[in-house]
């Protein structure tokens, strides 16, 4: 490395700490954020309900920590988001208490990863490791058999997959209160998921994953679409919604995580480059701006993504990135960009929160608890979050279409 390269990489990793320490405050960046990024990602593990889950459950134990239930909140009827009548298929990985300590459960989480998912006595694979926060924006969304949903840039799959098995219960292999209720339910209304991914190889991968997760039976109904579109563009969100006995329908839920800067990532590739005596490229060609350029995706996305929804229609945006001009400042662009269309006779509106914008108490102080901290518009989950959870970074808020 020559010394210019070395200096350039030096200034470079300098501006992106004086960037995020203007962020999130000096003290909070450089004493608790900063250090809880640099720390290896945390995974939750989620269970494949079309493969047998006894199975999956003790692919994944370990002896020497303990697996739980993931503490999603739970709604006011009693039950977890996404699993009500369900056996749970969400879990995480805490440190064990010592062995002469009294017999009270350990708070510590372990950053003993889960296991690489396995074949279960079937085609399909067992489990899907992915960031708690993702499981959480998923099950916010909280689909319903029957319901339309739409997951805007879905690849590599894993938040799809968590959907596709909240609406379609009657192809679980394990029994469940919930598989006869489902099937009366298709009678009156059969539900969909859009999995849709822009890109070539990530479209390629996406679809991969879904086969590898899926019953065939489920992935040859109309009910499962796999799309290639362009989801930023305004022209295509026609070809996003679904068709229904012929007619355009509108989608009941709508997830889009979005591309983002993802700095965790950035600050993962220096470290590994830095053991090497290398430097990242992602760090080297980092710039401030460039979360300025992916707003703009950012919203266009958003916007196609409330375009595809039906009146009433709900949607979660999220990103991986700790940028506000990546998260708040999308919501704020978007809702003038709606307003803006109103007073030229767009005659459908948004508002931000759960309950339609009315809020919902006590799932917001689950959240705050457990998860994560409040923005101005919506949410954000970062690892040095006061309950030592560990999960994130993941920015989400919520949205519902009304009529102007």
Request: charged share 20%.
């Amino acid at each position: 490395m020559t010394k210019t390269h070395r200096k350039a990489t030096s200034s470079a990793e300098d501006a992106f700490n004086r960037h995020y320490a203007a962020r999130w405050g000096e003290e909070r960046w450089s004493n608790s954020l900063l250090p809880a990024l640099r720390q290896p990602t945390r995974y939750a593990c989620v269970l494949n309900r079309y493969a047998a889950l006894p199975g999956g459950l003790q692919l994944i134990q370990d002896p020497n920590v303990e697996t739980r239930e993931l503490n999603l909140p739970i709604k006011a009827n009693g039950a977890r988001l996404g699993d009500e009548g369900y056996p749970p298929n969400c879990y995480a990985r805490y440190t064990k208490p010592a062995q002469d300590s009294e017999a009270v459960p350990s708070a510590a989480p372990s950053d003993l990863p889960f296991p690489p998912p396995g074949q279960i006595n079937s085609r399909l694979l067992s489990h899907w490791n992915l960031d708690g926060a993702s499981v959480l924006a998923a099950s916010l969304l909280d689909p319903q058999p029957g319901e339309h949903v739409l997951d805007m840039c879905a690849a590599p799959g894993g938040k799809s997959i968590v959907l596709c098995q909240r609406l379609f219960p009657h192809y679980h292999l394990d029994p469940s209160p919930l598989k006869q209720k489902s099937l009366n339910i298709l009678k009156l209304r059969e539900g969909s998921l859009t999995s849709n991914e822009a890109d070539a190889t990530r479209h390629c991968r996406l679809g991969d994953n879904i086969k590898a997760y899926l019953p065939k039976a489920l992935i040859d109904t109309p009910g499962s679409r796999l799309l290639r579109v362009d989801g930023a563009n305004p022209k295509n969100a026609n070809q996003l919604c679904v068709s229904v006995q012929g007619k355009i329908q509108g989608f009941d839920k709508v997830l889009i995580d979005a591309p983002c800067s993802s700095e965790r990532h950035i600050i993962h590739a220096q470290a590994k480059a830095q053991a090497s005596g290398k430097d990242a490229p992602e760090m080297v060609n980092w710039r401030p701006g460039s979360s300025k350029r992916l707003q703009a995706t950012q919203v266009d996305l958003l916007l196609n993504g409330l375009r595809a929804a039906r009146i009433g229609g709900t949607i979660i945006y999220a990103t991986c990135s700790i940028e506000p001009t990546e998260n708040d400042a999308v919501i704020e662009k978007v809702l003038s960009q709606i307003e803006k269309e109103r007073k030229k006779g767009q005659q459908w509106s948004a508002r931000v929160g759960f309950g339609a914008g009315m809020g919902d108490q006590a799932l917001e102080a689950q959240i705050e608890t457990s998860w994560a901290e409040r923005t101005k518009h919506g949410w954000i989950a970062l690892p040095d979050h006061p309950s030592g959870e560990g999960w994130g970074p993941l920015f989400f808020a919520c949205l519902t279409k009304t009529a102007d």
